[in-house]
């Protein structure tokens, strides 16, 4: 363990989707030192109408987030 959850809307390529997985894993390994065996990555895909609902639920008032956004979310549906 660590698991990471990224979440991003669809479109990115598996391509890139592999790079992204490969270096989230790099950068915890070299943040805090976990062995990248122990580190899993799953990647959750969403139309722009489905992050709204999405937004609302983990980003907004969470507590536990490390880091804040700094855009409104409807913005992605223009």
Do not use: C
């Not at 915890?28 to 937004?55: D, R």
């Amino acid at each position: 363990m660590p698991h990471i959850t990224l979440k991003m809307l669809k479109g990115r390529t598996d391509e890139q989707k592999k790079l992204a997985t490969e270096k989230l894993s790099a950068a915890l390994h070299e943040a805090i030192g976990a062995t990248e065996s122990h580190i899993s990555v799953s990647i959750e895909e969403y139309t722009p109408e489905e992050w709204q609902k999405v937004f609302a639920e983990e980003i907004e008032n969470n507590k536990n987030l490390t880091q804040q956004p700094h855009y409104d979310p409807k913005s992605l549906l223009k």
